[in-house]
């Protein structure tokens, strides 16, 4: 039996391994992708040749650590395969991401790939989204009237703290971590966050995920669209 950092291990080096030569990969944030990006850095000392775009702070440093090429989006407008982890995976592959914070980014570099692959240990899936609270991405001005409106929404929103200070994302923004208990209709739900002045960006992610690799206690498994 094994334990869910050893499965998420499995689950990086796994998805490290889909990187082809030549490749311009989108690199996601999290302790899953830690793994992908330390494989990935092991490929890159035996000849792999590609360059890659983070999706925090902390995995731009992790790729710097392990030697992988880093490029951005000045240089590159499209991405063959981005890899990232998830907070929750539901059967029809939606997703909820941004336990870490990094849901803007990882964003914007999933939908400039062509391929987006989602790593998971499997107590990540779950039959309907909402029992982890979803991070929604809001500007630091008037966040509390933000906060009013989602809760408006349906949601219980709770300014993320972090070492007994207020959580800051790495493009300066605050998060604010709302329970919705269960979303029953994630598409919708997104489209009513966007909607409101101050919602940046939230941690749903709608018929994005290409596949996703599953890691268990007997093996991988994948699930695709
Ligand atoms: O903002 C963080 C990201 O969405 C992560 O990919 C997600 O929280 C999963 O992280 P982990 O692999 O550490 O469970």
């Known amino acids: 039996m094994q334990n869910v950092d050893e499965l998420k291990k499995l689950v990086g080096e796994e998805a490290a391994n889909l990187v082809k030569d030549g490749m311009k990969v989108g690199l996601g944030s999290g302790s899953t992708v830690y793994w992908m990006v330390k494989r990935l850095g092991e490929r890159v000392q035996d000849g792999l040749n ?8 902390t995995t731009a440093k992790w790729a710097v650590e392990f030697g ?4 951005d989006f000045s240089k590159v407008q499209q991405l063959d395969i981005a890899i990232d982890g998830a907070d929750e995976v539901d059967k029809n592959l939606q997703l909820i991401k941004g336990g870490g914070g990094a849901l803007l980014r990882e964003k914007v570099v999933a939908a400039a790939a062509k ?6 240990d ?9 029992a982890f609270p979803l991070a929604v991405e809001v500007t630091p001005f008037g966040w509390e009237i933000t906060s009013v409106s989602i809760a408006d929404l349906g949601g219980t929103p709770t300014l993320r703290h972090k070492d007994g200070e207020v959580f800051v994302t790495d493009n300066g923004n605050y998060i604010l971590d709302c329970s919705f208990n269960q979303i029953l209709d994630p598409e919708a739900l997104q489209k009513d966050l966007k909607m409101l002045v101050g919602v940046v960006e939230t941690g749903l992610f709608v018929g994005m995920a290409d596949k996703v690799i599953v890691g268990k206690a007997d ?7």
Request: glycine fraction near 6%; charged fraction near 10%.
């Open 68 to 71: 992988v090429p880093l490029t």
């Open 115 to 120: 391929e987006f692959i989602v790593i998971v």
């Open 219 to 225: 093996g991988v498994s994948s699930i695709t669209k």
């Open 122 to 130: 499997e107590s990540k899936l779950v039959s309907h989204l909402g």
């Open 50 to 57: 590609i360059t890659a775009i983070p999706t925090s702070n």
